[in-house]
């Protein structure tokens, strides 16, 4: 039954273009141009330092801390943090920017902390379960929603964000756009480029929530309990 | 559990629904607290009438290209190596998963919140394969562990149960020893469910929308519990059903911006969730076998007619939280899994107007669902829509109801003409009215007070009357 990789697609859609009242679409579809574009006007020509602001206004509402830096004083701020969140043992993305940023001494003398490694299979998730703390670096800050955008590959696991405790995300500052539509339309950008989007991108909005018990907030459920964001000042 | 749920008579579960005072008073805050909360962020963002101008073409423009991009779907699922399977019936798609999981010898199955899945009657099946099928949702797992009961809000699912209830249920089932806080009972679900993540062979979850120009899939939820589904298990299976689809990433976003606050007056859930086919080579997480059931189960006859709007729908309940019906009689009553303005117009278009010829009625066709509808169904249009194709169905009506029906129908074709109508009724009524009757009506009233009596229009209208009763019911 598996042999093909899509199955029954004809009977299918010509169902569907028969309803319709037509023949099945072959010919190559334009997107549409929109009558509407509302999501545009949202926080139209802000600076990057306000939308630093309306993102540290919006961390308010969504039961994350935040704070800003500039990268010298990055490992001094990540420190403080851990220590607030209980220390290690502690899980990151391998990503040569940690190194960048000055953060070898904490990450790789300091704490008992772990690099993700492809090599290592499976031992990757044992670790990011057992972790106090996931740190990973944001690709597209949404200042509106307040909101990180993390790319998956190789190196960036997905489970580094959700299975610890707590999770901090280091921001540059140029990341920040005004909201998700950004984020689309950059993704479509990847897309055409290369042909290709990551297989997974995940948008986190602070830490995990539920109000399913008489609709009573309850912060931290299957995700991090606690959340941190880090906007670098001079990135 | 089938779309329908229970075997009791309309009337005897609307009774039931009437008699619990929990899950009325819980209904009423839910409808309340979620209600202002979806307003605060449709203020808040501004311009909303135009965001549901754009939803709306948005959706149009899917639902009358739909072949054209679930093909374009299918042939980047399987681009990025993913299995995908078209399913016309409930069968044909139980079918294909229960073979999946024979094949692949799962035992235990992780799943996120869907809709299609209950739809399908997806979680018997496996069931009968001998698996463990573990929702992951909070209110899912409570319904869940308390013997399978069926949930009563399309987003808060176990929305009629209180925090002691669930204790019971937890101390009962789990071996649960604290309290009734729902901080400890939401960890001690987090404790057990971690470990069924962690070991589980298959993941599954619905849809929220795909991406038809790059073959993802996009989940929206508050948990994070759809992000384990979708990292840890080998194989994933995600069912969709067929018009939850989008052209691109850039359509992608207006829904989910509308969907979230439109479900809960958040400008963004906690975690919203891409994926696109496989893990990729060298990946360690994410599933390495990838199958998406595409499934039809009646959609396709509702494409087309007067009902085809309601495929504009992207499950966020604002209007099940803005309904006066919903409120007093609870999701229970509607007899499927879809309650609400969107169950009473969908459930009989899948299930039949023999199963849910009630629905239809079960409305005040007051249009407070289609005022804040984020993709802009006519709902209590098509409600009414509903009540005329049983009546000429039928066959049974008088030509006098009939007549009677399409003069509302006129009066009640948009919120806007239903309020001035409502407004002056009592007015215009005044030279016809006996007491609170009226026996000799004008114009189309004449045909329906033949035969009989007509309520005169009430000074107060409903909606006033409502609006106030809500405040009163809260000072």
Redo the contacts between chains.
Sequence with gaps: MMESAIQNRDRFLDQIANRLGRERMIAHLERPKWKYRPQEEVLKNATQDELVDVLKEQCKKIHTSICITELKHLPAALNDVVSAYGGDPIITWKDERFSRWGLDSLLKVEWASYEWNPAKEEENIKLAEKANIGITICEITLAESGTVVLFTDKNKGRTVSFLPAAYIALIPKSSLVPRITQAAVKMREIYHTTGQVPSCINFITGPSNSADIELKLVVGVHGPVKAHYIVINDL | MPMKIGSDEFKNRVDKGINDSFMRS?VA??QD??GQRRQAAADE???WE??R??GE??RQ?VL?????Y??QL??NV?K?G???????TKE?ATE?IR??VQ?KQAKKIVKSKSMVTEEIHLNAVLENEGCKVVE????EY?LQVDDHEPPSHII????H???EQ?QEVFTKKLGYTKSSK??E???H??KM??EE??SADIGMTGCNFAVA??G?ICLVT????A??V???PKTLITVMG?ERIV????E???L??LLTRSA?G?????????????????????PEDFHLV?L?NGR??I???EFQSILQCIRCAACVNACPVYRHVGGHSYGSIYSGPIGAVLSPLLGGYDDYKELPYASTLCGACTEVCPVKIPLHQLLHKHREVMVEKEGKAPITEKLAMKAFGFGAASPALYKIGSKIAPTAMNPFTVGDKISSGPGPLKAWTEIREFPAPNKERFRDWFKNRAKEEHV
């Design positions: 819980a805050s839910a607290g979620i963002l501004g311009n135009e965001w101008s754009h073409e948005i423009h009358a290209h739909l072949d054209y679930l093909e299918s042939e399987a990025r993913g299995h995908v399977f078209f399913a016309q044909e294909y073979e999946i094949k992951t949702d909070l209110g409570i808060a699912p176990a929305l149960k209180n925090k669930v729902p901080e009972l939401a960890w679900a987090r469910l971690r993540y962690l120009e790059t993802s508050n948990e994070g519990n992000d384990l979708t990292a840890l067929m052209p691109t990433f850039e992608m976003e207006v989910v911006s809960v958040q400008k963004l859930t906690s975690y919203i969730t891409v994926f696109t086919g496989p893990r990729a080579v060298m990946e360690v997480d994410g595409i039809d396709s006859n494409l087309g007619g």
